[in-house]
T-cell receptor, first 116, second 114 residues
Framework: DQQVKQNSPSLSVQEGRISILNCDYT??????FLWYKKYPAEGPTFLIS?????DKNEDGRFTVFLNKSAKHLSLHIVPSQPGDSAVYFC???????????????FGTGTLLAVQP | DSGVTQTPKHLITATGQRVTLRCSPR?????VYWYQQSLDQGLQFLIQ???????AKGNILERFSAQQFPDLHSELNLSSLELGDSALYFC?????????????FGNGTRLTVT
C-alpha cells in the first residue's frame, strides 16, 4: 500500500521556467511533509518541509503548497536552474499515539531535468 | 557533506551469506534510521533507534536486525541473503525523535547479492 505517491516518474523543464512537482498521500494522520533532493551516488538531501497547520512554506526559489482536503502537496521551483536536475522525493510522517516518531514514508521520486 | 558516514560504499556477496552495514551519525544526533531503496522504488523505512533504544519498526524482514551502540553508531545486519536483498541501504540521523527534525542521509551502501 503506497501511502505517498508521486505519479510522475520524470519531468523536463526549460531553464528559467517554473518546475512543479506533485505528491499525493492517502493517510489522513500525516502531519508533517518534506521534500528531499537526491543526486546520483549521494544520499537524499533535505530541501523544505511543511507542517499540516500551514498551507504554504517558502524558502528562496522553493515553495511547498499543501492542500489537506485533497491530500495533495506540490513543490514549486522558480526559476529552475540546471543544477536543480535531480530526483525529488516527497515524504510524510505521522505522530503516533503516545509520542513522536520520525518514521518517514517516501514516495518513489520524480526525476527533474532542467534543460539549459 | 551531510556528516553521516556509511561503510562500506559497495558490497558484493553471495546468496545465503551475512553482511554488516555500518553507520556513524552526525555529531550530536541521537536518532539513527535505516532505509532500503530497491530498483525503481522509493525509500522503504526499515527501523529507527533513538539513543540506543529501538523506537520504530517498518517493513524489516526477520532476517535483518540492527542495533545502536553507546557511541551512537549503528549497524544493520543482513543474514541468509537473497537476490532480492540487492539494494541501496541508507542510514540517516537526526537530532531529536520528533517530526520537526529533518533527517540527514549518508551516501548509502550498495549491496549486490549474486
Amino acid at each position: 500500500d503506497q501511502q505517498v505517491k508521486q505519479n510522475s516518474p520524470s519531468l523536463s523543464v526549460q531553464e528559467g521556467r517554473i518546475s512543479i512537482l506533485n505528491c499525493d498521500y492517502t493517510n489522513s494522520m500525516f502531519d508533517y511533509f518534506l521534500w528531499y533532493k537526491k543526486y546520483p551516488a549521494e544520499g537524499p538531501t533535505f530541501l523544505i518541509s511543511i507542517s499540516s497547520i500551514k498551507d504554504k512554506n517558502e524558502d528562496g526559489r522553493f515553495t511547498v503548497f499543501l492542500n489537506k482536503s485533497a491530500k495533495h502537496l506540490s513543490l514549486h521551483i522558480v526559476p529552475s536552474q540546471p543544477g536543480d536536475s535531480a530526483v525529488y522525493f516527497c515524504a510524510a510522517s505521522a505522530r503516533t499515539y503516545g509520542g513522536a516518531t520520525n518514521k518517514l514514508i517516501f514516495g518513489t521520486g520524480t526525476l527533474l531535468a532542467v534543460q539549459p | 557533506d551531510s556528516g553521516v558516514t556509511q561503510t562500506p560504499k559497495h558490497l558484493i556477496t553471495a546468496t545465503g551469506q551475512r553482511v554488516t552495514l555500518r553507520c556513524s551519525p552526525r555529531s550530536g544526533d541521537l536518532s539513527v534510521y535505516w532505509y532500503q531503496q530497491s530498483l525503481d522504488q522509493g525509500l522503504q523505512f526499515l527501523i529507527q533507534y533513538y539513543n540506543g533504544e529501538e523506537r520504530a519498526k517498518g517493513n524489516i524482514l526477520e532476517r535483518f536486525s540492527a542495533q545502536q551502540f553507546p557511541d551512537l553508531h549503528s549497524e544493520l545486519n543482513l543474514s541468509s541473503l537473497e537476490l532480492g536483498d540487492s539494494a541501496l541501504y541508507f542510514c540517516a540521523s537526526s537530532v531529536q525523535d520528533s517530526t520537526n527534525s529533518p533527517l540527514h542521509f549518508g551516501n548509502g551502501t550498495r549491496l549486490t547479492v549474486t
